[in-house]
T-cell receptor, first 110, second 114 residues
Framework: DAKTTQPPSMDCAEGRAANLPCNHS???????VYWYRQIHSQGPQYIIH???NNETNEMASLIITEDRKSSTLILPHATLRDTAVYYC???????????FGQGTRLTINP | DTEVTQTPKHLVMGMTNKKSLKCEQH?????MYWYKQKAKKPPELMFV???????INESVPSRFSPECPNSSLLNLHLHALQPEDSALYLC?????????????FGQGTRLTVV
């Protein structure tokens, strides 16, 4: 699976959009980009995933660059409950493993 | 029901004890996973079960013994653990492989070895 690079920490004001970047410059054509988050003392939670096109669901939007070497997770109106560690994971369809990198610790400030 | 239930939530055990962690899901998922997470670190994969068969063992010491009695249950048997094995143990499940679908995680069992 391709390696991902994320900033170790970010801050965002409550009510603003939180944009979390992820670099995956060695991604191959059959690898998906997944985002999970882990709120303190809880298990990780799936957020969204995509292959080439931008994706949106009730939690977030995922923007993948045209060359697929990087992506951005967007939380449109961040709340205090969005404070968590966010993990960007690149994995092949049908992979048996989900391997977590170091993630980004996002803090939403009031 | 989109829950993965882990019991117990907390466990304290001595180095000579034998204990088991339990994980249950009723989503019809056929892949189940054990992860170990130390403080301020990402979860580390330990074992993967696919259709009730062990498919991946990430070179985990034999003092950790997984078991999948049926498609809804996953156990982790613990024996002769060391203090450095103290961690949050997370169970997860997915419809089949995680690269095909999202994985659902339980809240974890916080294990302390004394």
């Amino acid at each position: 699976d391709a390696k991902t690079t994320q900033p170790p920490s970010m801050d965002c004001a409550e009510g603003r959009a939180a944009n979390l970047p992820c670099n995956h410059s060695t991604i191959s054509g059959n690898e998906y980009v997944y985002w999970y988050r882990q709120i303190h003392s809880q298990g990780p939670q799936y957020i969204i995933h995509g292959l080439k096109n931008n994706e949106t669901n009730e939690m977030a939007s995922l923007i993948i660059t045209e060359d697929r070497k990087s992506s951005t997770l967007i939380l449109p109106h961040a709340t205090l409950r969005d404070t968590a560690v966010y993990y960007c994971i690149v994995t092949k369809k049908g992979a048996q493993k989900l391997v977590f990198g170091q993630g980004t610790r996002l803090t939403i400030n009031p | 029901d989109t829950e993965v239930t882990q019991t117990p939530k907390h466990l304290v055990m001595g180095m000579t004890n034998k204990k088991s962690l339990k994980c249950e899901q009723h989503m019809g998922h056929r892949a189940m996973y054990w992860y170990k997470q130390k403080a301020k670190k990402p979860p580390e994969l330990m074992f993967v079960y696919s259709y009730e068969k062990l498919s991946i063992n990430e070179s985990v010491p034999s003092r950790f013994s997984p078991e999948c009695p049926n498609s809804s249950l996953l156990n982790l048997h613990l024996h002769a653990l060391q203090p450095e094995d103290s961690a949050l143990y997370l169970c997860a499940s997915s419809q089949d492989q995680p690269g095909n679908t999202e994985a659902f995680f339980g809240q974890g069992t916080r294990l302390t070895v004394v």
